[in-house]
């Protein structure tokens, strides 16, 4: 276990590095892009090498125990926003927002004990792989239209317009911010549908309304509702990006919340 906690250590000070770089950047109206994005792609091997080692000793994914949870959501969002940070640089400069909000993750998962947890016979199906990757990819979209949104409600209240200045104007971020959430609705829709089948195989269950999937199910409807309010309403960037903070609010809630506080998540899982 010490080498995993080794390079997970590394891989953290690798992504705090690449968030003062970042902040350091846009507060002096420089462009260390190379530099971040260097950072943040050192930062997934090493916490990709971290994870694949506990992996590999205790037989199963990073999905048991709070740390583990963190650990692996920490990672899949980093890929997230690293891939868009490296295929979209018009938005880099939003990494002075989204690396700040990623380093109230990294300081929960530094005071997680990292112990073992124990890995229910039901959780060994392929579908469980399928419900959490979608989650993933859900989480990462939104994590992206989040930064987008922090910018467009700082540029409505006064705040950072000269200095995110390079980033383009509050319609084109909101625009971008839309897709993001279009992709994430697409993805949380698949992450549902896989969760039932997986319950099905699990449990001879589709679905029971237990508090996770009762959450995970208000979470679909925040978006969906999100998304058609935007569509139908044309509602302006500013309420559009306070809308989508309440999405991630809530799914952040759905995911590192309600497992760990009800009693009876996804009951007869162990």
Not at 42 to 71: C, D, K, V, Y
Request: glycine letters at 8%.
């Amino acid at each position: 276990m010490e080498q995993e906690l080794q390079l997970l250590w590394a891989a953290i000070v690798t992504y705090v590095l690449a968030g003062i770089t970042a902040v350091i950047g846009v507060v002096l109206g420089k462009r260390p892009e190379r530099s971040v994005l260097t950072l943040m792609f050192a930062g997934l091997a090493l916490q990709a090498a971290s994870i694949g080692l506990r992996w590999e000793r205790l037989g199963h994914g990073p999905f048991i125990t709070m740390f583990e949870i963190l650990n692996s959501n920490v990672w899949s969002l980093m890929v997230a926003y690293t891939v868009a940070y490296w295929r979209i640089p018009r938005i880099r400069a939003s990494a002075a927002i989204v690396m700040p909000l990623m380093f109230i993750m990294l300081g929960w998962l530094m005071v997680t004990h990292p112990g073992e947890g124990h890995y229910p016979p039901t959780y060994n199906t392929p579908w469980l792989y399928i419900h959490i990757g979608l989650g993933k990819v859900f989480l990462g979209a939104v994590l992206v239209a989040v930064g987008l949104s922090c910018v467009i409600i700082l540029r409505h209240f006064g705040f950072g317009i000269r200095r995110l200045g390079q980033l383009p104007p509050s319609p084109q971020l909101d625009e971008l911010a839309f897709r993001c959430m279009a992709i994430g609705l697409i993805f949380h829709t698949l992450m549902l549908i896989a969760g039932a089948i997986w319950a099905q195989d699990a449990w001879g269950r589709y679905w029971d309304w237990d508090p996770l999937e009762t959450w995970a199910f208000i979470t679909w409807l925040t978006v969906a509702f999100t998304i058609h309010a935007r569509l139908a309403f044309r509602i302006s960037p500013p309420v559009h990006a306070a809308m989508i903070l309440t999405v991630f609010v809530t799914a952040f809630l759905t995911f590192f919340g309600v497992p760990f506080v009800s009693m009876t998540p996804h009951q007869g899982a162990v």
